[in-house]
């Protein structure tokens, strides 16, 4: 038979102590806008999605205003592949066609959003799932990337299709929830001017909802510890300098590079707080923001 673990008086008294020692942590993000991107790559087994949900539901409750926006590239790759549809990265951006926009938008605004949703519902919260269309939130125009090609070592502008960015932001409907109980669950696609949808990176959106919404604080969660150096070491701090350096000489690649050039940007735009860390330990978020020990890589302008 499993032995049972007995409770001392003192492990019950210090359970009053870890709740006590969040007070401060409360008081300080009392009614803040705090932005948490959920990376696709977080998003582990239910376990962990469930310790996320608690997170946001406590975080609503605790008095602060807690905004999701979700990735969900490794799921997007999962369907593309079942379908038989090729996908390729340029500069961490997936090239979208008109056929991948739609599995994008079906992936991301229709099953992860949903699942996100059910999940911070099933641990009390209110969550409303919502993408850049609704209400008009987002309007996004086209990009595209200038790549070095490996061959001529010639610039060349790479056209990604339907990837966008974010060019303007409507706070209203996002306000109105931030003054109710309604946790805002929000998927980053978006329509541009010319009434197509745009694949939008989750990183990139995320940065920009946080930008129009003044937060607090903007967490990315990935699968990752933070920013890792060449020696595979995480750095704990990193000036916005240092993090541009790091992107030149290729030490940040791949996905890193829309998050750490969305940091960059966020802190440009006064956010307060860019962090990077790995949201495969549970309550990532409650450690990182009612503990004074900070997880992960803190970007500092
Ligand atoms: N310097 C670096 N430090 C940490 N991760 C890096 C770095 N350069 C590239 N990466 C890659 O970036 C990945 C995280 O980005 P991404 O795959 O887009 O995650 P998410 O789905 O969470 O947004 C890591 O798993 C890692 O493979
Ligand atoms: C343009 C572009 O690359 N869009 C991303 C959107 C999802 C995303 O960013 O998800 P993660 O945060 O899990 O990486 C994509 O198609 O994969």
New binding site residues.
């Given amino acids: 038979m499993a032995e049972q673990h007995v409770e001392t008086d003192e492990d019950f008294r210090s359970r009053a102590r870890i709740i006590a020692e969040a007070l401060p942590f409360m008081l300080r993000y009392d009614d803040e806008t705090i932005v948490v991107k959920y990376?696709?790559?977080a998003m582990g087994s239910p376990a962990l999605a469930k310790a996320f949900a608690e997170d946001v539901t406590l975080l609503k409750l605790a008095g602060l205003n807690p905004v999701v926006v979700h990735?969900?590239?490794?799921q997007?790759a999962a369907m593309l592949d079942r379908l038989g549809i090729k996908s390729e990265f340029q500069g961490g951006?997936?090239v979208?066609d008109k056929a991948t926009v739609e599995i994008?938008e079906m992936v991301?605004a229709g099953s992860i959003n949903k699942e996100i949703v059910a999940a911070i519902n099933a641990a009390g919260g209110r969550a409303v799932g919502l993408s850049g269309k609704d209400g008009r939130m987002v309007t996004a125009t086209r990009v595209s990337r200038t790549i070095v090609d490996p061959d001529s070592n010639i610039e060349k502008v790479v056209d990604l299709g339907f990837?966008g960015e974010p060019t303007t932001v409507r706070r209203e409907v996002l306000d109105i929830m931030a003054k109710s109980e309604i946790i805002p669950v929000i998927a980053?696609v978006a329509p541009g001017a010319d009434g197509e949808t745009y694949?939008?990176?989750?990183?990139t959106f995320a940065g920009a909802i946080a930008g129009a919404l003044n937060a607090r604080r903007l967490l990315f969660l990935t699968d990752v510890p933070g920013v890792l150096d060449k020696n595979k070491q995480l750095i704990k701090e990193l000036s916005v300098a240092e993090a541009r350096r790091l992107i030149e000489d290729g030490t940040v690649s791949g996905?890193m590079i829309p998050k750490v050039e969305t940091c960059i940007e966020a802190i440009e735009r006064g956010v307060e707080g860019v962090v990077i860390l790995d949201g495969k330990v549970p309550h990532a978020v409650l450690l990182e923001l009612f503990t004074e020990r900070g997880a992960g890589t803190l970007i500092t302008p």
């Fill in positions: 990376g696709g790559h990735g969900g590239g490794p997007i951006l997936r979208t994008v991301l990837v980053p694949n939008i990176n989750a990183d996905g």
